[in-house]
Protein backbone atom coordinates (compact mmCIF):
# COMPACT_ATOMS: atom_id res chain seq x y z
CA UNK A 1 0.00 0.00 0.00
CA UNK A 2 2.90 2.38 0.15
CA UNK A 3 3.11 2.24 -3.69
CA UNK A 4 -0.29 2.99 -3.98
CA UNK A 5 -0.06 6.00 -1.82
CA UNK A 6 3.24 7.34 -3.34
CA UNK A 7 1.25 6.80 -6.97
CA UNK A 8 -1.93 8.75 -5.92
CA UNK A 9 0.98 11.75 -4.45
CA UNK A 10 2.89 11.75 -7.74
CA UNK A 11 0.57 11.07 -10.61
CA UNK A 12 2.57 13.68 -12.72
CA UNK A 13 5.95 12.43 -11.75
CA UNK A 14 6.51 10.12 -13.85
CA UNK A 15 6.15 7.22 -11.15
CA UNK A 16 4.18 4.41 -12.83
CA UNK A 17 3.30 1.31 -10.57
CA UNK A 18 2.16 -1.69 -12.52
CA UNK A 19 0.37 -4.85 -10.43
CA UNK A 20 0.80 -8.15 -12.18
CA UNK A 21 -0.89 -11.28 -10.57
CA UNK A 22 -1.77 -14.91 -11.32
CA UNK A 23 -5.52 -14.46 -9.33
CA UNK A 24 -8.65 -14.57 -10.98
CA UNK A 25 -10.57 -11.84 -12.53
CA UNK A 26 -13.03 -12.58 -9.85
CA UNK A 27 -10.38 -11.79 -7.24
CA UNK A 28 -8.88 -8.90 -8.52
CA UNK A 29 -11.89 -7.38 -9.34
CA UNK A 30 -12.59 -7.73 -5.49
CA UNK A 31 -9.28 -6.51 -4.59
CA UNK A 32 -9.89 -3.41 -6.70
CA UNK A 33 -13.40 -2.81 -4.88
CA UNK A 34 -11.56 -3.03 -2.07
CA UNK A 35 -8.55 -1.13 -1.59
CA UNK A 36 -9.41 1.65 -4.86
CA UNK A 37 -6.04 1.27 -5.76
CA UNK A 38 -4.75 3.94 -8.27
CA UNK A 39 -2.36 1.79 -10.29
CA UNK A 40 -3.82 -0.96 -12.60
CA UNK A 41 -3.72 -4.83 -11.88
CA UNK A 42 -2.77 -7.17 -14.61
CA UNK A 43 -3.69 -10.48 -15.17
CA UNK A 44 -0.37 -12.81 -15.90
CA UNK A 45 -1.79 -14.63 -18.91
CA UNK A 46 1.70 -14.57 -20.61
CA UNK A 47 4.06 -16.67 -17.69
CA UNK A 48 5.72 -13.25 -16.53
CA UNK A 49 6.16 -14.05 -12.96
CA UNK A 50 8.28 -17.32 -13.65
CA UNK A 51 10.98 -14.64 -15.59
CA UNK A 52 11.31 -13.69 -12.32
CA UNK A 53 10.66 -16.33 -10.00
CA UNK A 54 7.75 -14.61 -8.33
CA UNK A 55 5.35 -17.93 -8.21
CA UNK A 56 7.47 -18.70 -5.01
CA UNK A 57 8.17 -15.43 -2.88
CA UNK A 58 5.74 -12.80 -2.81
CA UNK A 59 5.37 -9.91 -3.57
CA UNK A 60 8.33 -9.64 -5.87
CA UNK A 61 9.03 -6.14 -6.77
CA UNK A 62 10.67 -4.61 -9.81
CA UNK A 63 12.23 -1.10 -10.39
CA UNK A 64 12.44 -0.54 -14.25
CA UNK A 65 14.19 2.07 -15.60
CA UNK A 66 15.13 3.97 -19.28
CA UNK A 67 14.24 1.84 -22.15
CA UNK A 68 12.47 -0.97 -19.82
CA UNK A 69 15.48 -2.05 -18.30
CA UNK A 70 15.44 -3.55 -14.93
CA UNK A 71 17.38 -2.36 -12.33
CA UNK A 72 16.35 -3.50 -8.93
CA UNK A 73 14.30 -6.57 -7.80
CA UNK A 74 13.11 -7.30 -4.18
CA UNK A 75 11.08 -10.22 -2.80
CA UNK A 76 9.19 -10.74 -0.29
CA UNK A 77 7.85 -7.98 2.86
CA UNK A 78 8.63 -6.66 6.11
CA UNK A 79 11.80 -5.47 6.17
CA UNK A 80 12.75 -5.45 2.40
CA UNK A 81 9.88 -3.49 2.01
CA UNK A 82 11.66 -0.72 3.94
CA UNK A 83 14.84 -1.60 1.64
CA UNK A 84 12.53 -1.36 -1.55
CA UNK A 85 11.45 2.09 -0.86
CA UNK A 86 14.86 3.51 -0.25
CA UNK A 87 15.94 2.32 -3.62
CA UNK A 88 13.15 3.65 -5.05
CA UNK A 89 13.73 6.85 -3.22
CA UNK A 90 17.38 6.96 -4.88
CA UNK A 91 16.14 6.05 -8.47
CA UNK A 92 14.34 8.92 -8.09
CA UNK A 93 16.91 10.82 -6.63
CA UNK A 94 19.04 9.98 -9.94
CA UNK A 95 16.71 11.36 -12.30
CA UNK A 96 16.67 14.18 -10.11
CA UNK A 97 12.88 14.35 -8.31
CA UNK A 98 13.89 14.86 -5.32
CA UNK A 99 10.69 15.70 -3.69
CA UNK A 100 9.72 12.06 -4.72
CA UNK A 101 12.77 10.89 -2.87
CA UNK A 102 11.62 13.30 -0.15
CA UNK A 103 8.16 11.93 0.33
CA UNK A 104 9.42 8.06 0.14
CA UNK A 105 11.81 8.64 2.72
CA UNK A 106 9.76 10.23 5.05
CA UNK A 107 7.88 7.22 4.60
CA UNK A 108 10.60 5.23 5.50
CA UNK A 109 11.69 7.24 8.25
CA UNK A 110 8.55 6.78 9.94
CA UNK A 111 8.24 3.20 10.43
CA UNK A 112 12.13 3.27 11.15
CA UNK A 113 13.63 6.21 12.12
CA UNK A 114 17.11 4.93 12.34
CA UNK A 115 17.61 4.43 9.03
CA UNK A 116 20.62 6.09 7.63
CA UNK A 117 20.01 5.13 4.35
CA UNK A 118 16.87 7.07 4.43
CA UNK A 119 18.31 9.87 5.79
CA UNK A 120 21.14 10.35 3.50
CA UNK A 121 18.95 10.56 0.90
CA UNK A 122 16.85 12.75 2.42
CA UNK A 123 19.91 14.91 2.88
CA UNK A 124 21.09 14.74 -0.69
CA UNK A 125 17.11 15.82 -2.21
CA UNK A 126 17.75 18.89 0.00
CA UNK A 127 21.07 19.48 -1.74
CA UNK A 128 19.14 19.00 -5.30
CA UNK A 129 16.16 21.27 -4.05
CA UNK A 130 18.78 24.25 -2.82
CA UNK A 131 18.03 23.70 0.46
CA UNK A 132 21.60 23.63 1.65
CA UNK A 133 20.84 24.59 5.49
CA UNK A 134 18.75 21.99 5.66
CA UNK A 135 20.76 19.43 3.96
CA UNK A 136 24.12 20.64 6.63
CA UNK A 137 21.82 19.64 9.59
CA UNK A 138 20.69 15.80 8.47
CA UNK A 139 24.28 15.24 7.28
CA UNK A 140 25.78 17.16 10.36
CA UNK A 141 23.25 14.47 12.95
CA UNK A 142 24.57 11.83 11.04
CA UNK A 143 28.51 12.43 11.24
CA UNK A 144 27.86 12.60 15.01
CA UNK A 145 27.00 9.09 14.90
CA UNK A 146 29.10 5.76 14.51
CA UNK A 147 30.56 3.82 12.04
CA UNK A 148 28.80 3.98 8.56
CA UNK A 149 26.41 6.58 9.20
CA UNK A 150 29.54 8.74 10.16
CA UNK A 151 30.86 7.77 6.81
CA UNK A 152 27.45 8.83 5.35
CA UNK A 153 27.19 11.79 6.93
CA UNK A 154 30.92 13.48 6.27
CA UNK A 155 30.23 12.03 2.77
CA UNK A 156 27.08 14.26 2.46
CA UNK A 157 28.36 17.29 4.64
CA UNK A 158 31.31 17.39 2.12
CA UNK A 159 29.06 17.57 -0.77
CA UNK A 160 26.94 20.73 1.21
CA UNK A 161 30.53 22.53 1.59
CA UNK A 162 31.26 22.14 -1.57
CA UNK A 163 28.10 23.49 -3.37
CA UNK A 164 28.73 26.41 -0.54
CA UNK A 165 32.32 26.78 -2.52
CA UNK A 166 34.25 25.93 0.80
CA UNK A 167 36.32 23.86 -1.19
CA UNK A 168 38.88 23.44 1.55
CA UNK A 169 36.08 22.04 4.31
CA UNK A 170 35.11 19.59 1.65
CA UNK A 171 38.46 18.12 0.89
CA UNK A 172 38.66 17.62 4.52
CA UNK A 173 36.00 15.42 5.44
CA UNK A 174 36.51 13.56 2.20
CA UNK A 175 39.50 12.72 3.56
CA UNK A 176 38.37 12.00 6.53
CA UNK A 177 35.82 9.45 4.39
CA UNK A 178 38.45 8.42 2.96
CA UNK A 179 40.55 7.06 5.83
CA UNK A 180 37.82 5.45 7.34
CA UNK A 181 36.43 3.58 4.00
CA UNK A 182 38.90 3.62 1.23
CA UNK A 183 36.46 2.70 -1.45
CA UNK A 184 34.51 5.39 -2.08
CA UNK A 185 34.98 7.50 -4.78
CA UNK A 186 34.04 11.21 -3.82
CA UNK A 187 37.49 12.62 -2.47
CA UNK A 188 39.13 11.23 -5.77
CA UNK A 189 36.57 13.61 -7.56
CA UNK A 190 36.83 16.27 -5.67
CA UNK A 191 40.43 16.15 -5.66
CA UNK A 192 40.05 16.11 -9.74
CA UNK A 193 38.07 19.39 -9.89
CA UNK A 194 40.57 20.94 -7.87
CA UNK A 195 43.11 19.99 -10.05
CA UNK A 196 41.39 21.31 -12.76
CA UNK A 197 40.48 24.69 -11.70
CA UNK A 198 44.58 24.95 -11.04
CA UNK A 199 44.98 24.01 -14.64
CA UNK A 200 46.62 20.98 -13.77
CA UNK A 201 44.65 18.56 -16.25
CA UNK A 202 47.12 15.70 -16.24
CA UNK A 203 46.74 15.30 -12.18
CA UNK A 204 42.93 15.84 -12.47
CA UNK A 205 42.97 12.95 -14.84
CA UNK A 206 44.78 10.98 -12.45
CA UNK A 207 42.62 11.46 -9.44
CA UNK A 208 39.52 10.83 -11.88
CA UNK A 209 40.70 7.61 -13.43
CA UNK A 210 41.36 6.32 -9.51
CA UNK A 211 37.81 7.13 -8.78
CA UNK A 212 36.25 5.06 -10.96
CA UNK A 213 38.51 2.07 -9.26
CA UNK A 214 36.86 2.89 -6.31
CA UNK A 215 33.65 0.60 -6.10
CA UNK A 216 31.74 2.18 -2.33
CA UNK A 217 29.54 4.79 -1.48
CA UNK A 218 26.45 6.21 -3.88
CA UNK A 219 26.56 4.65 -7.53
CA UNK A 220 26.69 8.51 -9.19
CA UNK A 221 29.87 8.86 -6.97
CA UNK A 222 31.69 6.68 -9.49
CA UNK A 223 29.68 7.68 -12.36
CA UNK A 224 30.67 11.13 -11.90
CA UNK A 225 33.93 9.77 -11.49
CA UNK A 226 33.73 8.45 -15.38
CA UNK A 227 32.02 11.42 -16.82
CA UNK A 228 34.83 13.82 -15.66
CA UNK A 229 37.11 11.57 -17.07
CA UNK A 230 35.06 11.59 -20.17
CA UNK A 231 35.13 15.47 -20.70
CA UNK A 232 38.58 15.20 -20.31
CA UNK A 233 39.15 13.06 -23.47
CA UNK A 234 37.22 14.73 -25.10
CA UNK A 235 38.86 17.99 -24.56
CA UNK A 236 42.01 16.41 -26.09
CA UNK A 237 39.94 15.04 -28.58
CA UNK A 238 39.79 11.73 -28.17
CA UNK A 239 36.53 11.21 -28.94
CA UNK A 240 36.31 7.33 -28.85
CA UNK A 241 37.78 6.77 -25.45
CA UNK A 242 35.34 9.54 -24.12
CA UNK A 243 32.10 7.53 -25.50
CA UNK A 244 33.44 4.74 -23.72
CA UNK A 245 33.74 6.60 -20.42
CA UNK A 246 30.40 8.03 -20.76
CA UNK A 247 29.26 4.76 -21.07
CA UNK A 248 30.63 3.62 -18.24
CA UNK A 249 29.11 6.50 -16.68
CA UNK A 250 25.64 5.73 -17.81
CA UNK A 251 25.88 1.54 -16.83
CA UNK A 252 26.39 2.78 -13.51
CA UNK A 253 23.82 5.51 -13.54
CA UNK A 254 21.20 4.70 -16.28
CA UNK A 255 19.91 8.34 -15.21
CA UNK A 256 23.11 10.04 -15.71
CA UNK A 257 21.47 12.49 -18.16
CA UNK A 258 24.81 14.43 -17.95
CA UNK A 259 26.71 11.81 -19.35
CA UNK A 260 24.37 10.90 -22.40
CA UNK A 261 24.04 14.35 -23.99
CA UNK A 262 28.11 14.75 -23.12
CA UNK A 263 28.25 11.49 -25.64
CA UNK A 264 26.43 13.41 -27.86
CA UNK A 265 27.99 16.19 -28.33
CA UNK A 266 31.11 14.20 -29.36
CA UNK A 267 29.39 13.03 -32.22
CA UNK A 268 28.71 16.21 -33.10
CA UNK A 269 32.27 17.05 -32.83
CA UNK A 270 32.55 14.55 -35.73
CA UNK A 271 29.98 16.03 -37.51
CA UNK A 272 27.84 12.46 -36.79
CA UNK A 273 24.83 14.18 -36.77
CA UNK A 274 22.45 10.78 -36.58
CA UNK A 275 24.73 9.84 -34.31
CA UNK A 276 24.23 12.83 -31.87
CA UNK A 277 20.44 12.73 -32.42
CA UNK A 278 19.97 9.16 -31.36
CA UNK A 279 22.03 10.04 -28.25
CA UNK A 280 20.17 12.89 -27.73
CA UNK A 281 16.86 10.60 -27.93
CA UNK A 282 18.22 8.57 -25.38
CA UNK A 283 18.80 11.38 -22.45
CA UNK A 284 15.05 12.85 -23.25
CA UNK A 285 13.68 9.36 -22.40
CA UNK A 286 15.59 9.88 -19.01
CA UNK A 287 14.21 13.37 -18.59
CA UNK A 288 11.87 14.34 -21.50
CA UNK A 289 11.67 18.05 -19.62
CA UNK A 290 15.42 18.81 -19.85
CA UNK A 291 15.44 22.01 -21.62
CA UNK A 292 19.59 21.15 -23.12
CA UNK A 293 18.78 17.99 -24.23
CA UNK A 294 15.40 19.83 -25.96
CA UNK A 295 17.75 22.34 -27.23
CA UNK A 296 20.43 19.90 -28.49
CA UNK A 297 18.27 16.95 -30.30
CA UNK A 298 16.42 19.77 -32.44
CA UNK A 299 19.75 21.75 -33.22
CA UNK A 300 20.60 17.87 -34.57
CA UNK A 301 18.01 17.27 -36.53
CA UNK A 302 18.09 20.82 -38.21
CA UNK A 303 21.75 20.14 -38.72
CA UNK A 304 21.09 16.07 -40.38
CA UNK A 305 18.29 18.09 -42.98
CA UNK A 306 20.62 20.79 -43.99
CA UNK A 307 23.21 18.12 -44.88
CA UNK A 308 20.73 16.49 -47.17
CA UNK A 309 19.64 19.58 -48.79
CA UNK A 310 21.26 21.33 -51.20
CA UNK A 311 19.00 24.08 -51.48
CA UNK A 312 19.66 25.12 -47.67
CA UNK A 313 23.06 24.45 -47.91
CA UNK A 314 23.35 27.20 -51.26
CA UNK A 315 21.27 29.57 -49.00
CA UNK A 316 23.20 29.53 -46.12
CA UNK A 317 26.27 29.63 -48.57
CA UNK A 318 24.91 32.91 -50.05
CA UNK A 319 23.88 34.46 -47.45
CA UNK A 320 27.40 34.47 -45.50
CA UNK A 321 29.11 35.55 -48.64
CA UNK A 322 27.22 38.74 -48.31
CA UNK A 323 28.01 38.96 -44.84
CA UNK A 324 31.65 38.74 -45.77
CA UNK A 325 31.41 40.89 -49.04
CA UNK A 326 29.99 43.44 -46.59
CA UNK A 327 32.64 43.38 -43.79
CA UNK A 328 35.55 43.07 -46.05
CA UNK A 329 34.13 46.55 -47.86
CA UNK A 330 32.65 48.06 -44.83
CA UNK A 331 29.86 48.80 -46.76
CA UNK A 332 27.30 48.43 -43.19
CA UNK A 333 24.68 50.74 -43.66
CA UNK A 334 21.81 49.32 -44.75
CA UNK A 335 19.39 51.05 -47.74
CA UNK A 336 17.86 54.45 -46.92
CA UNK A 337 13.78 54.26 -46.09
CA UNK A 338 11.24 57.06 -46.98
CA UNK A 339 9.41 56.38 -43.94
CA UNK A 340 12.06 56.96 -40.58
CA UNK A 341 9.20 56.10 -38.02
CA UNK A 342 8.01 52.54 -39.39
CA UNK A 343 10.08 50.25 -37.43
CA UNK A 344 12.48 47.91 -39.37
CA UNK A 345 13.31 44.48 -38.31
CA UNK A 346 15.15 43.89 -34.92
CA UNK A 347 18.01 42.13 -35.39
CA UNK A 348 20.82 40.21 -32.85
CA UNK A 349 23.88 38.90 -33.45
CA UNK A 350 24.36 36.26 -30.88
CA UNK A 351 27.98 35.14 -30.23
CA UNK A 352 29.70 32.87 -28.68
CA UNK A 353 29.49 32.34 -24.31
CA UNK A 354 32.89 31.90 -22.99
CA UNK A 355 33.53 29.20 -20.48
CA UNK A 356 35.95 29.16 -17.90
CA UNK A 357 36.22 27.98 -14.27
CA UNK A 358 35.86 24.16 -13.23
CA UNK A 359 34.68 21.25 -14.64
CA UNK A 360 31.51 20.86 -14.76
CA UNK A 361 29.51 17.56 -15.48
CA UNK A 362 27.44 18.60 -18.47
CA UNK A 363 29.93 19.77 -21.28
CA UNK A 364 29.51 22.88 -23.69
CA UNK A 365 27.39 24.69 -20.87
CA UNK A 366 28.19 28.52 -22.34
CA UNK A 367 27.47 26.82 -25.93
CA UNK A 368 23.97 25.01 -24.87
CA UNK A 369 23.10 28.36 -23.14
CA UNK A 370 23.54 30.71 -26.22
CA UNK A 371 21.69 28.28 -28.20
CA UNK A 372 18.50 27.89 -26.30
CA UNK A 373 18.49 31.60 -25.74
CA UNK A 374 18.98 32.37 -29.03
CA UNK A 375 16.21 29.79 -29.95
CA UNK A 376 13.65 31.26 -27.48
CA UNK A 377 14.53 34.54 -28.60
CA UNK A 378 13.54 33.90 -31.89
CA UNK A 379 10.73 31.84 -30.89
CA UNK A 380 9.39 34.95 -29.60
CA UNK A 381 8.47 36.22 -32.48
CA UNK A 382 9.53 39.67 -31.31
CA UNK A 383 13.05 39.85 -33.04
CA UNK A 384 14.80 38.25 -35.65
CA UNK A 385 18.05 36.44 -34.34
CA UNK A 386 20.94 35.81 -36.70
CA UNK A 387 21.33 32.03 -37.25
CA UNK A 388 24.32 30.52 -35.70
CA UNK A 389 25.50 28.83 -38.92
CA UNK A 390 25.30 32.08 -40.65
CA UNK A 391 28.21 33.79 -37.99
CA UNK A 392 29.97 30.51 -37.24
CA UNK A 393 30.09 30.34 -41.32
CA UNK A 394 31.34 33.93 -41.60
CA UNK A 395 33.90 33.52 -39.17
CA UNK A 396 35.25 30.52 -40.76
CA UNK A 397 35.02 32.57 -44.13
CA UNK A 398 37.36 35.61 -42.55
CA UNK A 399 39.84 33.24 -41.02
CA UNK A 400 38.90 34.56 -37.28
CA UNK A 401 41.05 32.79 -35.07
CA UNK A 402 39.52 33.13 -31.29
CA UNK A 403 41.84 35.84 -30.29
CA UNK A 404 40.78 38.31 -33.10
CA UNK A 405 37.55 37.01 -32.63
CA UNK A 406 37.47 38.14 -28.71
CA UNK A 407 38.22 41.34 -30.12
CA UNK A 408 35.03 43.50 -29.61
CA UNK A 409 36.17 46.04 -32.79
CA UNK A 410 35.85 42.47 -35.46
CA UNK A 411 32.74 41.79 -33.55
CA UNK A 412 30.94 45.36 -33.85
CA UNK A 413 31.98 44.87 -37.71
CA UNK A 414 30.56 41.04 -37.74
CA UNK A 415 27.51 42.62 -36.49
CA UNK A 416 26.57 45.41 -38.49
CA UNK A 417 27.92 43.48 -41.69
CA UNK A 418 24.98 41.23 -40.52
CA UNK A 419 22.72 44.40 -40.51
CA UNK A 420 21.77 43.78 -36.42
CA UNK A 421 20.92 46.22 -34.53
CA UNK A 422 22.26 44.41 -31.06
CA UNK A 423 24.76 42.42 -30.22
CA UNK A 424 24.93 39.97 -27.39
CA UNK A 425 28.43 38.42 -25.60
CA UNK A 426 28.19 36.41 -22.85
CA UNK A 427 30.39 34.24 -20.17
CA UNK A 428 29.46 31.71 -17.86
CA UNK A 429 32.13 30.73 -15.00
CA UNK A 430 31.41 27.09 -13.66
CA UNK A 431 31.77 26.55 -10.00
CA UNK A 432 30.43 24.53 -7.16
CA UNK A 433 27.30 26.50 -6.08
CA UNK A 434 26.09 26.02 -10.13
CA UNK A 435 27.54 28.31 -13.37
CA UNK A 436 27.79 32.24 -12.93
CA UNK A 437 26.35 33.86 -16.13
CA UNK A 438 26.68 36.82 -17.49
CA UNK A 439 25.06 38.57 -20.66
CA UNK A 440 25.85 41.69 -22.36
CA UNK A 441 23.57 43.60 -24.55
CA UNK A 442 25.38 45.99 -26.91
CA UNK A 443 24.33 48.64 -29.76
CA UNK A 444 25.93 46.97 -32.83
CA UNK A 445 25.99 50.50 -34.20
CA UNK A 446 28.61 51.92 -31.58
CA UNK A 447 29.34 49.19 -28.82
CA UNK A 448 27.36 50.98 -25.92
CA UNK A 449 25.95 49.02 -23.48
CA UNK A 450 22.08 48.51 -23.08
CA UNK A 451 22.14 45.92 -20.17
CA UNK A 452 24.12 43.74 -18.48
CA UNK A 453 22.56 40.46 -16.87
CA UNK A 454 24.61 38.47 -14.27
CA UNK A 455 22.61 35.20 -13.27
CA UNK A 456 23.58 32.90 -10.71
CA UNK A 457 22.27 29.14 -11.58
CA UNK A 458 21.40 26.65 -8.67
CA UNK A 459 19.81 23.81 -8.04
CA UNK A 460 19.28 21.70 -11.76
CA UNK A 461 15.46 21.22 -11.05
CA UNK A 462 15.20 25.17 -11.60
CA UNK A 463 16.92 24.96 -14.69
CA UNK A 464 14.20 25.79 -17.20
CA UNK A 465 12.77 28.74 -15.10
CA UNK A 466 16.42 30.58 -14.47
CA UNK A 467 16.47 29.90 -18.57
CA UNK A 468 13.08 31.46 -18.99
CA UNK A 469 13.86 34.15 -16.33
CA UNK A 470 17.08 35.25 -18.45
CA UNK A 471 15.15 35.14 -21.59
CA UNK A 472 12.44 37.38 -20.26
CA UNK A 473 14.81 39.66 -19.18
CA UNK A 474 16.43 39.67 -22.58
CA UNK A 475 13.15 40.88 -24.29
CA UNK A 476 11.83 43.25 -21.97
CA UNK A 477 15.40 45.36 -22.02
CA UNK A 478 15.43 44.33 -26.14
CA UNK A 479 11.57 46.09 -26.26
CA UNK A 480 12.63 49.04 -24.19
CA UNK A 481 15.23 50.58 -26.38
CA UNK A 482 13.74 49.40 -29.84
CA UNK A 483 9.99 49.66 -29.33
CA UNK A 484 7.85 48.71 -32.46
CA UNK A 485 6.40 51.83 -34.17
CA UNK A 486 3.95 51.57 -37.19
CA UNK A 487 1.24 53.75 -39.06
CA UNK A 488 -2.99 53.19 -39.06
CA UNK A 489 -3.49 52.44 -42.32
CA UNK A 490 -7.33 52.36 -41.96
CA UNK A 491 -9.90 52.52 -39.94
CA UNK A 492 -13.37 50.21 -39.81
CA UNK A 493 -15.31 50.38 -37.29
CA UNK A 494 -13.43 49.13 -34.12
CA UNK A 495 -10.55 47.32 -35.83
CA UNK A 496 -7.65 49.29 -37.64
CA UNK A 497 -4.94 47.83 -40.13
CA UNK A 498 -1.09 48.27 -39.59
CA UNK A 499 1.53 48.63 -41.29
CA UNK A 500 3.88 46.29 -39.67
CA UNK A 501 3.59 42.38 -39.01
CA UNK A 502 5.00 39.23 -38.53
CA UNK A 503 8.62 40.14 -40.90
CA UNK A 504 9.34 42.92 -37.94
CA UNK A 505 8.12 41.40 -35.00
CA UNK A 506 4.54 41.67 -34.08
CA UNK A 507 2.44 39.12 -32.84
CA UNK A 508 -1.07 38.15 -31.45
CA UNK A 509 -1.25 39.96 -28.29
CA UNK A 510 0.81 42.94 -28.85
CA UNK A 511 -0.52 45.81 -27.32
CA UNK A 512 0.64 49.78 -29.17
CA UNK A 513 -0.22 53.11 -27.66
CA UNK A 514 -1.93 55.42 -30.23
CA UNK A 515 0.52 58.70 -29.78
CA UNK A 516 -0.16 62.13 -30.80
CA UNK A 517 2.63 64.57 -30.76
CA UNK A 518 2.91 67.21 -29.05
CA UNK A 519 4.36 70.97 -30.85
CA UNK A 520 8.38 72.32 -29.19
CA UNK A 521 7.19 74.56 -26.30
CA UNK A 522 9.37 77.49 -25.62
CA UNK A 523 10.83 79.03 -22.64
CA UNK A 524 12.99 81.75 -21.57
CA UNK A 525 14.70 80.86 -24.68
CA UNK A 526 14.86 76.73 -24.38
CA UNK A 527 13.02 74.39 -26.18
CA UNK A 528 11.38 71.48 -25.23
CA UNK A 529 9.69 68.80 -26.76
CA UNK A 530 7.08 66.88 -24.33
CA UNK A 531 6.67 63.55 -24.48
CA UNK A 532 3.78 62.12 -26.97
CA UNK A 533 -0.07 61.83 -25.60
CA UNK A 534 -1.40 58.80 -25.82
CA UNK A 535 -5.13 58.93 -27.36
CA UNK A 536 -6.28 54.93 -27.27
CA UNK A 537 -4.46 51.72 -27.13
CA UNK A 538 -4.97 49.07 -30.32
CA UNK A 539 -4.73 44.85 -29.52
CA UNK A 540 -3.47 43.41 -32.00
CA UNK A 541 -5.72 40.28 -32.67
CA UNK A 542 -4.36 38.66 -36.13
CA UNK A 543 -0.81 39.16 -37.55
CA UNK A 544 0.35 38.66 -41.65
CA UNK A 545 3.72 38.93 -42.63
CA UNK A 546 3.84 42.66 -43.27
CA UNK A 547 0.44 44.02 -42.06
CA UNK A 548 -1.29 43.45 -38.70
CA UNK A 549 -5.41 43.78 -37.86
CA UNK A 550 -6.15 45.04 -34.06
CA UNK A 551 -9.08 45.98 -31.91
CA UNK A 552 -9.26 49.63 -30.51
CA UNK A 553 -9.25 49.90 -26.85
CA UNK A 554 -9.75 53.25 -24.16
CA UNK A 555 -10.28 55.50 -27.10
CA UNK A 556 -9.87 59.25 -26.07
CA UNK A 557 -10.92 60.41 -30.06
CA UNK A 558 -11.55 59.00 -32.99
CA UNK A 559 -8.86 57.06 -34.48
CA UNK A 560 -7.92 58.07 -38.07
CA UNK A 561 -5.47 57.03 -40.67
CA UNK A 562 -2.00 58.07 -40.76
CA UNK A 563 -1.95 58.25 -36.93
CA UNK A 564 0.71 57.15 -35.20
CA UNK A 565 1.80 54.23 -33.02
CA UNK A 566 4.09 52.74 -30.56
CA UNK A 567 4.67 49.60 -28.99
CA UNK A 568 3.25 49.94 -25.38
CA UNK A 569 5.95 48.21 -22.45
CA UNK A 570 3.91 47.40 -20.22
CA UNK A 571 3.27 44.04 -21.36
CA UNK A 572 5.96 41.90 -23.24
CA UNK A 573 3.50 39.85 -25.88
CA UNK A 574 4.66 35.98 -26.64
CA UNK A 575 3.92 33.40 -29.44
CA UNK A 576 3.98 30.11 -30.86
CA UNK A 577 5.96 31.19 -33.95
CA UNK A 578 9.04 29.76 -34.73
CA UNK A 579 12.19 30.97 -34.90
CA UNK A 580 13.11 33.18 -38.04
CA UNK A 581 16.05 33.23 -39.67
CA UNK A 582 17.57 34.86 -42.52
Known amino acids: MSLDQLAKQYRDADLTVW ?41 TVCIVGPELKMLDLFQGGGKTTLVMLVRLAERNLQCKKPEVARAITETVVKSDPG ?98 QKKGGPPLQRAVAYNQLGRLYAQRGDYAKSRELYDQAVSIDPYYIEATSNKGLTYEQEGRWDKALEAYRQAEAIDKNDPFVRAMAENAMRMRMIKKDKMKQQELAAAIKKVVERYQLNQFDPAPVDDPWTSRPTRVAFFDVSESGGLSQRAGFAGLLKDYLARQMGASGRVLVVDSLIVDGVIDALKLDHASFADDDVRLRLSRAMLASLMIKGSVFQQPSGPLCNLKILNAQDARPIDTIDYQFTAGIHLRKDLNQINRHLLTRIMERFPLQAFVVQVTGNQVLLNLGLLQGVVEGTIFDVVEEKPPITYKGKQFIPEPGIVAKVHVVRSDDDFSYGHIKDQRRPVKSDDKLRESLNALGSSGQNPRIW
Open 115 to 212: NAQARTINGYAAIQEGKLDEAEQTFYALSKEQGDNAVLGKEGFSQVYEKKGQTEKSYQLAQEVAAQAGDRPLVYVIKGDQFYQQNNKKRAASAYREGT
Open 19 to 59: AITRSSKQKVAAFNNTTQTVFPVLLDTANVSDMYDAQRVLP
